[in-house]
């Protein structure tokens, strides 16, 4: 079971960036997928999520409005979109697949079962 984020980079705010979630080793669509973050000194953080279906997804308040997930079952990839960037998107962004389905917040890191490898984000003022 392999996932494997990339698209991170540099940017201004303001500016936007796609990340993709490239999986492999597992059905796609019999997991939720999460995206996380990770910034210098604090806890690792759901952003979004994906249910296994991609029919329901979910977002963390800070994000709303400006990031959206979106999965290609058939290309066993999922992809956030984010725009409208600002400084405190700035970290190492994850993505990792899980059973527990979304319910309202997106699950928390210790529920998935598989990650990846983060790819930094970082948005200059």
């Known amino acids: 079971v392999q996932l494997q984020a990339f698209g991170g980079g540099l940017v201004q705010a303001g500016g936007s960036l796609t990340l993709s979630c490239a999986v492999s080793?597992?059905?796609?669509?019999?997991?939720?997928i999460g995206w996380f973050r990770q910034a210098p000194g604090k806890e690792r953080e759901g952003v979004s999520c994906?249910?296994?279906?991609?029919?329901?997804?979910s977002y963390i308040d800070s994000v709303k409005g400006r990031f959206t997930v979106s999965r290609d079952n058939a290309k066993n990839t999922v992809y956030l979109q984010m725009t409208s960037l600002k400084p405190e998107d700035t970290a190492v962004y994850f993505c990792?697949?899980?059973?527990?389905?979304?319910?309202?917040?997106?699950?928390?890191?210790?529920?998935?079962?598989?990650w990846g490898a983060g790819t930094q984000v970082t948005v200059s003022s």
């Open positions: 994906t249910n296994s279906r991609g029919g329901t997804t």
């Open positions: 080793g597992f059905t796609l669509n019999s997991y939720t």
């Open positions: 990792a697949a899980g059973k527990r389905r979304v319910a309202g917040a997106c699950p928390r890191p210790g529920d998935m079962d598989y």
